[in-house]
Every structure is written in C-alpha cells, then in structure tokens.
C-alpha cells in the first residue's frame, strides 16, 4: 500500500481490480499498526469511512462514479467536518464537535473519496515542526528522531509512510511547503482565494490556504480539480473558472524560463540542500528551459513583516475561544473575568500565547501604525518584487527549506523557528502559489525543491513539477518505517 498513488488508486477503483472497501479496510489497518509509533493522526473515523467505502462501490457499480470516488485520504484537523471531532491540535477544542463541514470537505464529499480521520498538527496551526500539539509531537517517517515540519506535519507523515494516499493541509507561512519537504513529498499552496477558507479555523485570515499534500503532481492536479472554485460563503474565494489541472500536466517545457532569487541562495542554506537544488535546476535546462538569476530585494524583511500581520489576525481570530460559547471551560471559576482568564490560560499552549499576546501588542493604541500598518505597507513591497519579476521568467525556483528536518526538540530558541520558513513566508504575503517536490537526500533526509508561480498559475506549477517527476525518481523513494508496516 505504501507504494500507490491516488493516480493508481483510481485507475484500480476504475478498472475493478479493486474496491474502496479493500482499500479503505487496508489503510486503516496501515494506521493502526503505525500510529502508537508515528502520532500523525487526532482521530481515526474508521466507522463513517468504512460506510463512506461501501457507498463508493455502489455508486461505481451503478456507472455514477467520478475520479476520486472511493479513494481515501485524509484532513488536517483544522477542517470542520460534521459530527467529526476537529481540535486545531489545541486543548481549547478537546472536546468540539463541528456542526457543519468546511467547503473543502464539502467538496471532496461529492467527489466520493473517503475521509480516513483528522490529521494531527501544530496547535492553530502555529508552528513548523509540529511539537506544539496537544496530543503530542508527530514523528517523521524517514528518520524517527527527526521533525516531519509544521504545521501541516500530521498530513505529510500520514501521506510519506504510506497511511494515506493524500491529505489535506493548510498553509499560512508554509505549513503545507515545508513538512511536504521535510517527509518528501509534494505539496502545493494555491493562490489565496483558490480554495475556499469556509470552514477552516482560522489562524490568520489573509494569509490562510487550503490545498492538496499527496506523492506526486499528477495526484494534487486531481484534488485540485475537486477542491478548487468559487464559494459564495467566502468573501475573499476568487470568482475564477476552475482549468483543467490533470489536462495540462504534459506540456513541453521547452522556452520555459526559470529564475533564481539570489537571496534564496545565501548565508544560512544548509550546502547539500543547495547542492541538490542546483542539480534539480540542471534537470529542467535538459528539459530545454532557460535559467537565470532574478532579485527579490525585499525578501529580508518578509519574515519581520509576516511576525507582525499573523500574530495581529491570530489574536483577532482566537479572541472568540473564551470558555463561554465553545471550547475549554475552566472549572468553578470567580466570576466571568476567571472564566476567561483561566480558560484561555488552560485553552493554549505556549507558542499560540507567545502569538496572542504578540498579536494584542502589535494592534494596540500607540503601535498599531508603527508595527501592522508599516508591514502591510512592507507586504505591498513583497508582492510587487514578484510581480516585477514574472515580467522576466514564468516561474521562480529555489528550495523550500534551508535544511532538511532537524531533531525533535532541536529548535528551542522561537527566533530559530521562526527562521525555517524564510524561502515560504512571502509567497503567502503576496498570495500567490508554490508547490514543493522532493528533490534529493541529505544524511537520509529528504530535500525540497520549491517552484514559486505568478498568481492563478496552478496549472504551470503542476506541469512543470510533473515533468520534473517524470525525469526524476525522488518522489518514489519510501522511507523504510513505511515498507516496514506491513
């Protein structure tokens, strides 16, 4: 099982060779026996998906099924999903049921795939290594000692040894770039307004991106295709006729120029993931694209500026999680300023406090125009170098991490956290997308190359990442705790 892609799922669910049952009953035997180990899932819905499998072949049997019906996955579990436990990884919301389900789900649900549980994750998504959890740290299934990145890490570990065949993610500063990097796999973050955010708990609204997390380009290209498009219930989801994703994925990159952002190769890369983007920019010059070197000059304050606007909307968006309406409530308190005082002091951990308060700060009388609105103006700069520089290439290259995943508890310092997200960060201040595949090892680990688009350019990045795929075997390398699950 840890070998197949949706792509081959498909076709065997096609073909008859075999039924949404076997292979929901398999993978659900595959995270059994792997999760005391890896920790990569919340919760496990094997009663729904077991039914939701039977569905599937029926309505294969009936001539109604579409690409994806009755091939299973899995949702970070910051996707409200119906009747379905969805905590954000937070001891806040141990205990929420959701009420209704995310249009993503909503989405997938039509498709016909089958929802295997909730991925585990940062709490709020805030984090890159995915520690932070309430229900504990995630492991990497290429080295269990090592992080699989965060915040979407539960996703790209569940998909890397092989207990799913794709998972959905978000990313706000790359949390869906990095752990794809991180567990070698593809990953892609649409153009914000892609994808619809109803239904996603939010963390910070104008940077949040739902989008696919699977092995290969050719796979997100179908799960683009189910979850894209246009929702009226999301007041920033681009009104945009949805492409043919998996229809384009073969073009010729022949003429393709491609650019090098010079501040994405200096000081703090680690030399062997440089090496090894290199060498995949060598693969597509063969592939008869041209290459050269492009500046973006305010890539060095991206990190400053995305550390004041995500904790400023965090701090807005989680102020409704205050032990009244939903969420933790803290037992027999005082009086009503007790109860928000120890709800939310019991609710979070402490990097999504570290963000509150940060965010509380930067909003405040006397700091507000000093901090946020000087970002937002720096986050207008951010955007405009990409812009400028898709007048001279069509996509930009680089990698997605500056090293490959780093130990658990390696990361002690928030600054040094911080920092993993430095070539990921301004691709969602300036809201346009980037995909990340696997590009080679370091020490066992796996590199991302990360390949940045202009915004609505989905389709190229998809193509030029499959072709990629298609002339090299990174992405089909398994790490050995997935061919150990047997």
């Keep these: 099982m840890s070998d197949h892609t949706v792509t081959s799922l498909a076709a065997a669910l096609k073909n008859g060779d075999a039924s949404s049952r076997e292979l929901t009953s398999d993978y659900l035997k595959r995270i059994e026996r792997a999760e005391p180990t890896l920790n990569s899932f919340i919760s496990v819905t094997a009663e729904q998906a077991l039914a939701g499998a039977d569905a599937a072949d029926k309505a294969r049997a009936e001539g109604r099924g579409g690409y994806l019906t009755g091939v299973p996955l899995a949702l970070k579990d910051n996707f409200c999903t ?49 520690e932070s959890s309430f229900y504990g740290a995630i492991k990497n299934p290429w080295d269990l000692s090592a992080v699989p990145g965060g915040s979407s890490g539960g996703s790209a570990a569940a998909v890397a040894a092989g207990l799913v065949p794709a998972a959905m993610g978000t990313d706000t500063g790359g949390s869906i770039r990095q752990p794809a990097a991180f567990c070698g796999i593809t990953g892609l973050k649409p153009t914000y307004g892609r994808v619809s955010r109803y239904g996603i708990i939010a963390y910070a609204s104008s940077l949040d991106q739902a989008g696919p997390m699977a092995r290969t380009a050719e796979d997100c290209a179908h799960l683009m295709t ?25 073009a010729p990159l022949a003429g393709l120029k491609i650019g090098l952002p010079q501040e994405y190769f200096g000081d703090g890369l680690d030399p062997e993931v440089e090496s090894a983007v290199r060498d995949a920019v060598k693969v597509f010059e063969a592939l008869g694209a041209t290459v050269r070197d492009v500046s973006l000059p305010h890539t060095r304050y991206a990190t400053s500026a995305y550390y004041v606007i995500a904790p400023a ?62 970002a937002q103006r720096v986050r207008r700069l951010i955007r405009q170098d990409f812009l400028d520089a898709y007048n001279e290439v069509d996509v930009l290259m680089g990698p997605t991490s500056p090293t490959p995943a780093f130990n658990l508890g390696a990361q002690k310092d928030p600054l040094s956290m911080y920092l993993q997200d430095i070539y990921t960060i301004a691709v969602n201040l300036a809201g346009i997308p980037a995909i990340s595949v696997p590009a ?26 499959h072709r990629f795929q298609q002339a090299t075997d990174w992405h089909q390398q398994r790490p050995a705790f997935a061919k150990e699950i047997v």
């Excluded at 189910?226 to 384009?248: F, K, L, M, Q, W």
Aim: proline letters at 2%; one cysteine or more.
């Design 82 to 130: 119906q009747g379905v436990k969805t905590t954000c990884g937070s001891k806040m919301l141990d205990n929420f049921i959701a009420p209704y389900s995310a249009t993503l789900v909503e989405k997938l649900d039509a498709a016909g795939s089958i929802s295997l549980g909730k991925t585990n994750m940062d709490e709020f998504a805030m984090g890159s290594s995915s």
């Design 226 to 250: 189910a979850i894209a498009g246009h929702d009226a219930r999301d007041s920033t989801s681009a009104d945009r006729a949805v492409p043919d994703y998996a229809g384009e994925l073969d």
């Design 313 to 374: 909307e965090a701090s807005s968006n989680l102020s409704r999680f205050d032990g009244v309406r939903f969420g933790h409530r803290c037992d027999t308190p005082d009086d009503l300023l007790d109860l928000y005082q120890r709800s939310r002091a019991e609710g979070f951990g402490d990097e999504v406090k570290r963000r509150i308060l940060i965010g509380t700060h930067t909003l405040s009388e006397g700091f507000f125009d000093a901090y946020y609105t000087k």
């Design 440 to 465: 080679g090892l370091s020490n066992g680990r796996p590199v991302g190359l990360q390949i940045l688009g202009s915004h609505f350019a989905e389709a190229q990045l998809l193509n030029v990442a």
